[in-house]
């Protein structure tokens, strides 16, 4: 009941996002500093080195919960690893768009499971530990910021998540110069 309750909940609060339009913008680089000070403590405790190459003065995008759904993916690497291994985030400006590479050295991703990664309730995890809503919302979220989100792995080897977010429109003003809207 507990794990349909949680399942429940983020639905709705996913759902009352999805209909509010994005009017935010964000620095992808801050919001994964930000998202990495939740795992500082794990890192140590689980022996994991987190490796951060961020790219310099990224423009800013729009920001429909990217941080939601960059500890989610932080957390499923963090969760691929459980005896240790290395995570890397690697953020840069790609032409109109930032890339985000959330990069693990745990097991990598099965065939059988890489067809249902995205279908809500499905979880490799144990029923108290995953809801399997993590990655559908993720994803979910990285669109609803007019990016995409995708994935490749190897057995042994590890697997990397790669979001590209286009980069927020800038509109002129009447002096000449720009600005970003709603700041």
Do not use: C, W, Y
């Not at 400006?93 to 097991?107: K, M, N």
């Not at 697997?159 to 509109?171: M, S």
Request: net charge neutral; hydrophobic share 40%.
């Amino acid at each position: 009941l507990d794990r349909m309750l949680r399942a429940a909940r983020a639905f709705l609060e996913f759902s009352r996002q999805a209909t509010t339009p994005v009017d935010r913008l964000a620095d992808l680089n801050t919001l994964i500093d930000d998202a990495l000070i939740l795992f500082k403590h794990r890192s140590k405790f689980q022996q994991v080195r987190i490796v951060t190459q961020l790219g310099p003065d990224l423009p800013k995008v729009a920001d429909g919960g990217l941080q939601h759904a960059i500890v989610n993916l932080v957390k499923n690497g963090f969760d691929a690893m459980p005896r240790g291994g290395t995570l890397t985030i690697t953020t840069r400006f790609d032409g109109g768009s930032i890339e985000v590479e959330v990069e693990d050295t745990g097991g990598g991703i099965s065939d059988e499971v890489r067809g249902r990664l995205f279908q809500p309730f499905f979880s490799t995890k144990p029923i108290h530990q995953g809801s399997g809503l993590g990655l559908i919302i993720a994803k979910e979220v990285v669109e609803r910021s007019g990016g995409t989100m995708e994935f490749s792995s190897q057995a042994g080897v590890g697997t990397t998540f790669r979001i590209h977010v286009p980069v927020a429109p800038v509109e002129p003003m009447a002096n000449g110069t720009e600005s970003h809207p709603r700041r």
